[in-house]
């Protein structure tokens, strides 16, 4: 399975992706995932065609899209 990990900052939208049968890509794409959660980003699951996901706490090499985006939003 592929997964997508979307960065929203101020210089855009960076992505990590990764094959969840390759684990140094798994490795890398989680310690981005905690690198960030730890800068105060929250994690959101993406499914489908951009449906609604819920918070994530936890880095899930399953999960098909990941969006981070900084806390607090500026809007």
């Known amino acids: ?3 997508e990990l979307a ?3 101020t210089t855009g939208d960076t992505k990590v992706m990764w094959d969840s049968d390759n684990k140094d890509e798994v ?3 989680k310690e981005t995932f905690t690198r960030l959660k730890k800068k105060g980003y929250i ?3 993406v499914k ?3 449906e609604k996901g819920e918070i994530m706490k936890e880095f899930d090499p399953n999960a098909e899209r ?3 985006v ?3 939003v500026a809007g």
């Open 27 to 29: 490795e890398t794409a």
């Open 7 to 9: 960065i929203m900052d």
């Open 48 to 50: 489908g065609k951009g």
């Open 66 to 68: 990941i969006v981070m």
């Open 1 to 3: 399975m592929k997964g």
């Open 43 to 45: 994690a959101y699951t």
């Open 70 to 72: 900084p806390f607090p």
